[in-house]
């Protein structure tokens, strides 16, 4: 049977902490040359990166994750929305506003209701959905899941359709993982909230107080064909030194034992949320922290997608865009039912609530291109083949091109003046980029073909 010491060893954890307490500069350039051959890095290492103080030091942390995040995922970032589906939830969770302490009424999506939401994302222009639903077997049994994903692939609104469906539920069996495999999702996102034991049974009470049920999840999910995971913590829950350390020692021992690490990282820190009453997490996580942990985690697992959504900051997404995250949400609600007009329990509260032309608007000034792509998904390009793709930094000569095509629909499809004026300007200057000749051409022959009406081209 699986150890926890298999995927977590507290006692190595500390002890590394500790070890690596007074860096000095010139093990920390060491460290950052090693990193650009984009191999990864040590616990140990990360340790150290961890403890730097030094703002310079730290500026050229931001400058060579920056550098791997371009040459592994180049310029492109792919934008999906969350889609929360059912606020029934069993679990007493410390942080979550879902908590079943909570007496505000819950809300279950109907399959009408749940149409009705995807054809409001799908005129905004999404391709790829995020699931969120609480646990609870009664309410939010994997039948109902699955036929949720089952409606969401039906619906469509005019050129609009939903490409691709991602799932985060609670940690279940590998039967049910067959399930969701078999309804064709994409990535399967199960985050351990916070790896430390003492801290992880004060948070949690109900099915998900089990520690292990939570940490073996992935391996289930592996073993019932889904070949894509996401890892990530509520970064406030405890010290974020431990969490980055757990989180990369959890992505080298799926590396190990699967040959597929982690597709993405997830890096929410904790914002307040209905009844729950905290004036600040127990162990604060700032703005610039973040910014660090996105820096060392693309530094440490380079072939991760790493994912940033609308809890934190324009301000500091769009800082978060340039150093290491390669995809994001944008215009998101956090309660079932959300993207409307009437008002429903949400899981926690947004710091970013500009429209999707807002925030289109601001990457386009930043000179990085949006993407809407769900290519690799549905070629096969997962699990083994996407990382043998990935770790080398292949992925980009199928990142950019696709990336062109969908953003091409977006422009047509959706956009406003301003940003169909900045996309364009941005197409053409990653056009050009395409280094094979071959795939540049017919790059440009599909972006005719799309202005002629023609949709969902893709290498």
């Given at each position: 049977m ?19 307490q007074?860096?000095?500069?010139g ?13 990864g890095l ?6 150290y ?16 994750a920056s550098?791997?995040?371009?040459e592994?995922?180049g310029e ?5 929305a969350?889609?929360?589906?059912s ?8 942080y ?32 790829r959905?995020l ?5 609870h077997p ?13 409606t969401i ?5 005019g ?5 691709r469906?991602n799932v985060?539920i609670?940690?279940t069996t ?5 399930k969701l495999?078999?309804a064709g ?24 107080a089990?520690?292990?049920r939570q ?9 019932g ?17 431990f969490?980055v350390l757990c ?6 021992y ?5 040959g597929?690490g ?15 009453n905290?004036?600040q ?13 996105i820096?060392?985690?693309r530094?440490?697992v ?8 609308t ?8 800082k ?10 944008a ?7 959300g ?26 000034k930043q ?17 083994q083949?996407?990382m043998s793709?990935a770790?080398?930094?292949n992925i ?14 977006y422009?047509?499809d959706?956009a ?13 200057k ?17 972006l ?7 949709r969902?081209l893709y290498?």
């Amino acid at each position: 049977m699986p150890n926890i010491k298999d995927i977590i060893n507290e006692r190595e954890i500390h002890n590394i902490l500790e070890e690596t307490q007074k860096p000095f500069s010139g093990k920390i350039l060491e460290i950052l040359n090693k990193s650009l051959k984009k191999k990864g890095l040590t616990l140990e290492e990360v340790g150290y990166l961890l403890h730097t103080q030094d703002p310079r030091l730290i500026e050229k942390m931001f400058k060579v994750a920056s550098k791997i995040k371009r040459e592994i995922y180049g310029e492109r970032l792919v934008f999906f929305a969350p889609l929360y589906v059912s606020s029934f939830c069993v679990n007493d969770c410390e942080y979550c506003g879902f908590h079943r302490r909570n007496p505000t009424p819950r809300k279950k999506l109907t399959l009408e209701e749940v149409r009705q939401q995807v054809i409001i994302l799908e005129n905004m222009g999404h391709k790829r959905l995020l699931l969120e639903f609480g646990e609870h077997p009664i309410e939010n049994p994997i039948d109902y899941v699955v036929d949720v994903i089952k409606t969401i692939y039906n619906t469509k609104s005019g050129r609009g359709e939903i490409r691709r469906v991602n799932v985060n539920i609670a940690a279940t069996t590998v039967e049910n993982y067959r399930k969701l495999k078999a309804a064709g999702i994409g990535t399967y996102q199960l985050f351990q909230e916070t790896y430390h034991r003492k801290t992880y049974k004060k948070m949690h009470n109900g099915p998900k107080a089990d520690y292990k049920r939570q940490l073996f999840a992935h391996d289930r999910a592996f073993e019932g064909g889904i070949d894509d995971v996401g890892l990530g913590v509520l970064f406030g829950l405890y010290d974020y030194k431990f969490e980055v350390l757990c989180l990369v020692s959890h992505a080298q021992y799926l590396d190990k034992k699967f040959g597929v690490g982690p597709h993405t990282f997830s890096v929410p820190r904790w914002q307040p949320a209905e009844t729950v009453n905290w004036i600040q997490p127990p162990y604060t996580v700032s703005e610039d922290e973040l910014l660090k942990i996105i820096a060392i985690l693309r530094m440490a697992v380079p072939y991760t997608g790493m994912i940033i959504s609308t809890r934190e900051r324009p301000e500091i997404r769009a800082k978060a865009f340039e150093i290491g995250i390669s995809q994001t949400s944008a215009a998101s609600r956090t309660s079932p039912g959300g993207y409307g007009t009437k008002k429903e329990l949400a899981q926690f509260s947004l710091s970013d609530h500009r429209t999707m032309d807002e925030v289109l608007k601001s990457i386009l000034k930043q000179e990085l291109l949006p993407s809407f792509c769900t290519a690799c998904y549905r070629l096969g390009r997962t699990g083994q083949k996407f990382m043998s793709l990935a770790k080398p930094g292949n992925i980009q000569n199928f990142c950019r091109p696709n990336a062109i095509l969908t953003f091409k629909e977006y422009l047509e499809d959706y956009a406003s003046e301003q940003v169909k004026v900045l996309g364009l300007k941005i197409i053409n200057k990653f056009l050009k980029q395409i280094s094979d000749d071959n795939i540049r051409k017919e790059t440009q022959i599909r972006l005719e073909r799309i202005e002629n009406g023609e949709r969902d081209l893709y290498f």
